[in-house]
């Protein structure tokens, strides 16, 4: 995407990431004049050698910047204002991010075409896929990007008849201060990155600019900052749908089990089924569907699309992913589940569970899934957090400390095939950082699956 908007000015970028680095480059290939720093030397060099204009900030003529672009992952207010971020406030200049960027290109040169973008701490990336798999499903035009993977600046540039997708941090709002989706979703307040943002109402009140300034504002009612959100939306004259997993909604989508119902006036018909997709299980999912659904009817899909889309939804990869069945045991990937708060929507899906966890361990531990542990058959524990996660089993649940993945899948494996109860899944959920024995969960998850593979007998699903 080529950002015209700053066509023949100076402005001034840190942060040469992925993100950066093609945020450099879309601000260049506009006609802006670039100068774009980072603390790591080899980020610098690689940008150079892209033709981008590079120089040290801290002796910069800022007087001289139209704009200073800054990478989400540095701090803008908390702990303390990165180095440049003090820079930019003295010289009085505006600081923005990537996504702004979009924004502005989007008005520039087709402001009406659709864009959803998605917030909340829990869920964004399910919801974010879901909408993109419904919006492809149904023919249209469709641009997946921003805080799931893909640099928001590398999508194809706004057209007309083009639906763009955009999953979006609090790190990327409290950058972007005009952004202006058709459908903008927020779909739940938890505490989170309260290093980056110092308190929770702080944390709250980035988060709400995304919905303030849509055309339709989706907001979850099911928490007390959501729901006052959505009153002070209201009270402000924008389009608001509720959505809720939790309670009946005179107005606005809701979940009862999984049926999904759409409420007007207390009038309530089905809009939707979840029961049977297995990639949609459990309440959350519930949530995230509604949340899809409501975008998807703002930006004009009919409900039959949308049905269809659902249903063929293949799953966020990593998280609560079917890869694979043997029989009637299915095999379920949720690497992405790296603590306990997000072992527990796997976990709470399935009544039957042989349970692989473990790696390294987040504070807290698993014990806040006491209440989940009867669902699980066995548990099959692996990386440094064994023992501890042993201790915390204790009587309760049955478990082995097998060490390793490779171990525990092939235990895992054989115990399920034996049990004469229907519905069995062997499921990583590690709720564990995998840093002790993997790059990543992306790689822990890969390797699940490649484990999972090479037993005899498995028909795989991806």
Known sequence: MIVTSFKGKKVALFGLGGSGLATAEALAAGGADVTAWDDNPDSVQKAADKGIGTADLHHADWSAFQAFVLSPGVPLTHPKPHWTVDLAHAAGVGIIGDVELFCRERRALAPGCPFIAITGTNGKSTTTALIAHILKSAGRDTQLGGN?????????????NRFYVVECSSYQIDLAPTINPTAGILLNLTPDHLDRHGTMQHYADVKERLVAGSGTAIVGDDDSYCSLIADRLEHAGVNVTRISRRH???????????????????KAELVADLDGIQTLRGSHNAQNASAAIAACLAVGVTAEEIRAGLK?????????????????????????????????????????????AGGLPKEGGIASLKPLYNRIAKAYLIGEAAPQFAATLGTDVEYEISGTLENAVL?????????????AVVMLSPACASFDQFKNFEVRGDHFVALVAKLDGVTMLV
């Not at 799931?148 to 007309?160: E, R």
């Not at 979940?255 to 207390?266: L, P, R, S, T």
């Not at 043997?326 to 072992?343: I, L, Y």
């Open 148 to 160: 799931i993977g893909t640099a928001v600046l590398t999508l194809d540039p706004p057209a007309s």
């Open 312 to 356: 063929s939804f293949p799953g966020l990869k990593h998280r609560m992913q079917p890869v694979g069945r043997r029989g009637s045991v299915t095999f379920v990937n949720d690497s992405k589940a790296t603590n306990a708060e997000a072992a527990a929507p796997a976990l709470s899906s399935y009544d039957r569970i042989y349970w692989i």
């Open 248 to 266: 009946i909604l005179a107005n606005g989508l809701y979940a009862d089990g999984q049926k999904i119902f759409q409420a007007v006036a207390g």
């Open 411 to 423: 235990h895992a494996s054989k115990d399920a095939e034996k049990d004469d109860r229907a519905g």
